[in-house]
């Protein structure tokens, strides 16, 4: 009895962490990273973001005696006016919880490109570190492991 109790609880606590939300409403009230500037090309740009999005975020699966635990992450590339948007989100059983949006697109300055992130949560907006190191050129690394 004592460990349907736990296992209640457990579920409780994790099912009130994660929710459905949309691209737009992660951008209106999750954290905004600054907009950070390349003078690489946005075909260029984008794909090292979508390589260290890809690398970074991934789906995590672990089986427990005929049970499989952990999360299905997707990173998903849409085109947008002026670039390329990534959308990192996490299957939930009734929709997608979005946790991280990166924007690349095209900046007013010539053969500039702008990379801006959006984060639903803290964890997520450590990866705004890594956005600003992709904007200068370098080789980011992943802000955690999940």
Not at 26 to 45: I, N, P, R
Not at 107 to 135: C, H, M, P, W
């Amino acid at each position: 009895m004592m460990k349907i109790i736990i296992w209640i609880a457990v579920a409780a606590l994790v099912s009130g962490c994660a929710f459905v939300n949309t691209i737009d409403s992660v951008k209106q009230k999750g954290s905004k990273s600054e907009v950070y500037t390349s003078s690489s090309s946005q075909s260029l740009v984008s794909s090292q973001v979508g390589e260290f999005l890809s690398q970074c975020y991934k789906t995590s699966l672990v089986k427990m005696g005929g049970t499989t635990l952990g999360e299905v992450i997707h990173v998903d590339q849409y085109k947008i006016d002026g670039g390329t948007e990534y959308a990192v989100k996490k299957m939930l059983n009734n929709g997608y919880s979005h946790l991280l949006i990166v924007s690349v697109v095209a900046a007013a300055e010539d053969e500039k490109t702008e990379i801006v992130g959006y984060a639903n949560d803290f964890t997520r907006a450590a990866s705004f570190e890594q956005l600003d190191v992709i904007a200068k050129g370098g080789k980011p690394k992943c802000p955690y492991t999940i």
